[in-house]
């Protein structure tokens, strides 16, 4: 038997669902996962930037995360110090970003993310550049991820991670400089159409369009897909397998683009004979 909520946070998560209810009647992008004998999962792909959970997620949504007793992401963020994320993610000893960029890639780097200094912006990694930039290109939001958190946190549910925060910049920074270089220095030559890949992305997201979230993702092949989707897929399997074979109804929420493509977590779990289907849009 799921445990009493308080009066409170039961009013928190139906607040939050009288909210939802404004949205659009896009198919949500959520899947219901079951396995013969245990408790059903729903995986919710998410989008980590440009979005609102209140705006952008349909009711279904909310109403599969009322119903669990647990919640799993990829990494509780809520108390991350972006002070301490700099140094943390700074560049081996001897390299420096306006050394291995063009000059002119370079100096468009310093126009969009104007006031940083110079000098600090040249010592960070490009998976920090990248989201950054994206940042700026994209009106920002409360991510998704944190909304969805938070209002599970409220709701008295238990809270799981796959990563610890730590883990997730360890990983970041094994993402290979010889992919990472000619990527950043592409979106700097022509950040207007790095602009409209986001909004496509963005607004596929907004129409549950899986299909073309799968299209406009890089495709595998390339050491930065192993790192940063397949692997993590691999290893966050044995998780929901165990989940699957529980008796707490779950709800998990990762990037779409963990959830989607031949070796996303869709097709990882099919594979493994539990039965997968996409959640409508009155679930």
Known sequence: MAPRRSGLRAAGLALLLAFAACGGDAPPLLWEVQSDAGAPVSLLGTYHFGLSARADLPPAVWRHLERAALFLNEADTRFVDARLLLPQAALPAGQRLDELLSPAAFGELLRLLEPFPASQLATLRPWLIGS???????????????????????AGKQLRSFETPEEQVAMLNRLPLDEALPALEQQLADTEQLRRELEARIAAYRRGDAQALSELDFAPGTESYEILL???????LPQLEALLQGSEVAFVAVGISHVLGPEGLLALLSARGYAVRRVGSRD
């Open 230 to 236: 397949h692997q993590r897929n691999l290893a966050w």
């Open 132 to 154: 950054l930039l994206t940042a700026r290109l994209i009106a920002p939001q409360e991510a998704i991820d944190l909304s969805l958190l938070t209002a599970a946190e409220r």
